[in-house]
C-alpha cells in the first residue's frame, strides 16, 4: 500500500462492497452494516457514512461512521444499539509479524488522519478484538482505554458445554424439565414487556421507547439482520427472550430478559444453550454476549464458558467539546452541594 493512500468516503455504490468487507473482517460486526445503521438512523436520529481505504480497487480498511449533531458540533461515539463502531480492518496473511504490523499502521494512520480533518467535537471508537495496537491513536495524543466483553464460540459446542460452568449446566437441565420450548422470532410485545421489566427492576435504560424498538426489530428482521429468540412455557408464555444480531459469523446478544417468575426455573441459561445451538445450525462462529462491566449480569454472563476479549475504545475531543464537560461537572458539584445545604 502507498505510503500517500487516503482514505475516502464511499457513495451508496459502494456499500455492497464495504458489507462483504466488513463480513469477512476479523473486527467487523453487524453494527459496521449500512443496512444496520441506516434502521438505527431511521428509529433513533443521527447519520451513517462509510469512509474507507483501499489499496487499488481492494479494500483494506475503513469505519462505518455514525454522526450526531449537537449544538456545539457533530460527534461520533457508540450509543445504546452501537455497541462497537470502531475500525475494520482485512485479515492480513503475510507471515511475518513486523510487516503485518506495518501495514496496519499505515491503514490505522490514512484512517485517523481523515476523521481528524472532519471537526468533529468528540469521537471515540471502540474497536473488536482482535485489534490490540492503540499506538496510532497515542502518537496522535488520542486516549486509549479497554473495554471487555464476553464471546462465546459456537463452532464445538459439545467442548463449549463442558467449558460452561456447571451450575449453568443444572439450570439448563431444569429448564428442559421444564418443558420450556425455543421459539425463533416470536412474540414481540412479550419481549419489550421483559426489556421494560429489566428497566424497572434494575434501572437499566431503554433502549427504545415500544414503537421505535418494534420498528427497529422489524426492519432488521426483514433483512435478515436479527433473530429474536424465546424460551416459552408449556401453556405458551414467554419466561425469557433475547434479541440477537446477525450479519457477521461472529453473532451479538443486543438485549435480553427474564420473567421474574421463571428465573429460578432455569428459563434464562435455557435460552442462551438453545440459542447457542440455533446459532451454532445456523452456520454462525461465535456469540458476543456484549459487554462484561463488573456487575451481577456479566457474572452469569462468565459461568457460559467464552473469552473475556478486550476492545480498544480510543477518543479525542476538541475543546468544546472539553468545555462541556467542564460545565456539566461544575453543574454537578453545585447541585450535591445544595443538596448538602439542605
Same mark, same amino acid.
Given at each position: 500500500?502507498?505510503?500517500?493512500?487516503?482514505?475516502?468516503?464511499? &457513495?451508496?455504490?459502494?456499500?455492497? &462492497?464495504?458489507?462483504?468487507? /466488513?463480513?469477512?473482517?476479523?473486527?467487523?460486526?453487524?453494527?459496521?452494516?449500512?443496512?444496520?445503521?441506516? +434502521?438505527?438512523?431511521? +428509529?433513533?436520529?443521527?447519520?451513517?457514512?462509510?469512509?474507507?481505504?483501499?489499496?487499488?480497487?481492494? #479494500?483494506?480498511?475503513?469505519?462505518?461512521?455514525?454522526?450526531?449533531?449537537?449544538?456545539?458540533?457533530?460527534?461520533?461515539?457508540?450509543?445504546?444499539?452501537?455497541?462497537?463502531?470502531?475500525?475494520? #480492518?482485512?485479515?492480513?496473511?503475510?507471515?511475518?509479524?513486523?510487516?503485518?504490523?506495518?501495514?496496519?499502521?499505515?491503514?490505522?494512520? %490514512?484512517?485517523?488522519?481523515?476523521?481528524?480533518?472532519?471537526?468533529?467535537?468528540?469521537?471515540?471508537?471502540?474497536?473488536?478484538?482482535?485489534?490490540?495496537?492503540?499506538?496510532?491513536?497515542?502518537?496522535?495524543?488520542?486516549? /486509549?482505554?479497554?473495554?471487555?466483553?464476553?464471546? +462465546?464460540? #459456537?463452532?464445538?459446542?459439545?467442548?463449549?458445554?463442558?467449558?460452561?460452568?456447571?451450575?449453568?449446566?443444572?439450570?439448563?437441565?431444569?429448564?428442559?424439565?421444564?418443558?420450556?420450548?425455543?421459539?425463533?422470532?416470536?412474540?414481540? &410485545?412479550?419481549?419489550?414487556?421483559?426489556?421494560?421489566?429489566?428497566?424497572?427492576?434494575?434501572?437499566?435504560?431503554?433502549?427504545?421507547?415500544?414503537?421505535?424498538?418494534?420498528?427497529?426489530?422489524?426492519?432488521?428482521?426483514?433483512?435478515?439482520?436479527?433473530?429474536?429468540?424465546?424460551?416459552?412455557?408449556? &401453556?405458551?408464555? +414467554?419466561?425469557?427472550?433475547?434479541?440477537?444480531?446477525?450479519?457477521?459469523?461472529?453473532?451479538?446478544?443486543?438485549? %435480553?430478559?427474564?420473567?421474574?417468575?421463571?428465573?429460578?426455573?432455569?428459563?434464562?441459561?435455557?435460552?442462551?444453550?438453545?440459542?447457542?445451538?440455533?446459532?451454532?445450525?445456523?452456520?454462525?462462529?461465535?456469540?458476543? #454476549?456484549?459487554?462484561?462491566?463488573?456487575?451481577? /449480569?456479566?457474572?452469569?454472563?462468565?459461568?457460559?464458558?467464552?473469552?473475556?476479549?478486550? %476492545?480498544?475504545?480510543?477518543?479525542? %475531543?476538541?475543546?468544546?467539546?472539553?468545555?462541556?464537560?467542564?460545565?456539566?461537572?461544575?453543574?454537578?458539584?453545585?447541585?450535591?452541594?445544595?443538596?448538602?445545604?439542605?
Amino acid at each position: 500500500m502507498s505510503d500517500r493512500s487516503s482514505a475516502q468516503w464511499l &457513495d451508496e455504490d459502494g456499500h455492497d &462492497d464495504w458489507s462483504r468487507f /466488513v463480513a469477512a473482517s476479523p473486527t467487523g460486526s453487524a453494527y459496521s452494516l449500512p443496512a444496520y445503521l441506516r +434502521v438505527l438512523c431511521e +428509529v433513533a436520529g443521527g447519520r451513517f457514512r462509510v469512509l474507507a481505504l483501499r489499496k487499488g480497487e481492494e #479494500l483494506v480498511g475503513g469505519i462505518a461512521v455514525y454522526e450526531t449533531t449537537t449544538p456545539l458540533g457533530p460527534r461520533v461515539q457508540p450509543r445504546l444499539l452501537l455497541f462497537y463502531n470502531g475500525l475494520v #480492518l482485512r485479515e492480513e496473511t503475510s507471515g511475518y509479524p513486523g510487516e503485518r504490523a506495518s501495514r496496519e499502521i499505515k491503514i490505522v494512520t %490514512a484512517l485517523v488522519e481523515a476523521l481528524e480533518r472532519q471537526g468533529y467535537r468528540r469521537v471515540e471508537l471502540r474497536t473488536r478484538a482482535p485489534f490490540a495496537d492503540g499506538r496510532v491513536f497515542q502518537a496522535r495524543r488520542w486516549s /486509549v482505554e479497554p473495554s471487555y466483553s464476553y464471546v +462465546v464460540p #459456537l463452532t464445538e459446542l459439545e467442548s463449549q458445554w463442558e467449558r460452561t460452568a456447571q451450575n449453568l449446566r443444572r439450570l439448563v437441565r431444569r429448564g428442559e424439565r421444564e418443558g420450556f420450548t425455543l421459539d425463533v422470532d416470536g412474540d414481540f &410485545d412479550a419481549f419489550y414487556a421483559l426489556h421494560a421489566g429489566t428497566h424497572e427492576q434494575k434501572g437499566a435504560p431503554i433502549y427504545l421507547p415500544e414503537p421505535a424498538f418494534r420498528r427497529y426489530y422489524e426492519e432488521l428482521r426483514s433483512a435478515g439482520l436479527c433473530r429474536l429468540y424465546q424460551a416459552s412455557t408449556p &401453556d405458551g408464555r +414467554v419466561a425469557a427472550a433475547q434479541l440477537v444480531l446477525l450479519g457477521h459469523p461472529v453473532t451479538h446478544t443486543v438485549s %435480553a430478559g427474564t420473567h421474574p417468575s421463571f428465573a429460578a426455573a432455569g428459563a434464562t441459561a435455557f435460552l442462551r444453550w438453545r440459542a447457542f445451538e440455533h446459532l451454532a445450525g445456523e452456520g454462525f462462529t461465535g456469540n458476543d #454476549l456484549t459487554d462484561a462491566s463488573l456487575n451481577p /449480569v456479566t457474572q452469569f454472563k462468565s459461568q457460559l464458558g467464552g473469552s473475556l476479549e478486550t %476492545a480498544l475504545v480510543t477518543s479525542i %475531543a476538541d475543546r468544546r467539546d472539553r468545555f462541556e464537560g467542564f460545565v456539566r461537572s461544575a453543574g454537578r458539584r453545585l447541585r450535591n452541594r445544595a443538596r448538602r445545604a439542605a
